[in-house]
């Protein structure tokens, strides 16, 4: 099975950018379709955007696409997760995940794999 860290998260200010990676060991992450998903106290995990292993990338609508842009590095058995343009509305623990299916799945169920996440913080 894969292990999943992220890292990157911190404080940053409103319009600022913030590169969050997700470091996986144990089986190489170009065979899992891996998403990114976000958190904030009393309420669900959203998705956020998802990289699939068979090629392919899809953004949430409404939060994630137009600004930021998730990525692969294959060498580096990495995933990263570009933002910019950050809102207080981004602020929130993100998560990675990896999911064993072949599609862009978006549901927190379709993913068998998590890392412990990475707090975001997007000051006004």
């Known amino acids: 099975q894969v292990q999943l860290v992220e890292s990157g998260g911190g404080l940053v200010q409103v319009g600022g950018s913030l590169r969050l990676s997700c470091a996986a060991s144990g089986r190489p992450l170009d065979t899992y379709t891996v998403g990114w998903f976000r958190q904030t106290p009393g309420k669900e995990r959203e998705f956020v955007a998802v990289?699939?292993?068979?090629?392919?990338?899809?953004y949430d609508r409404d939060s994630a696409l137009g600004r930021f842009r998730i990525s692969r590095d294959i060498a580096e058995n990495k995933v990263f997760l570009q933002m910019n343009n950050l809102k207080p509305e981004d602020t929130a623990v993100y998560y990675c995940?990896?999911?064993?299916?072949?599609?862009?799945?978006?549901?927190?169920?379709?993913?068998?794999?998590w890392g412990n996440g990475t707090l975001v913080t997007v000051s006004s």
């Open positions: 995940a990896a999911s064993t299916r072949a599609i862009l799945v978006r549901h927190v169920s379709d993913y068998e794999y």
């Open positions: 990289s699939g292993y068979k090629g392919g990338n899809s």
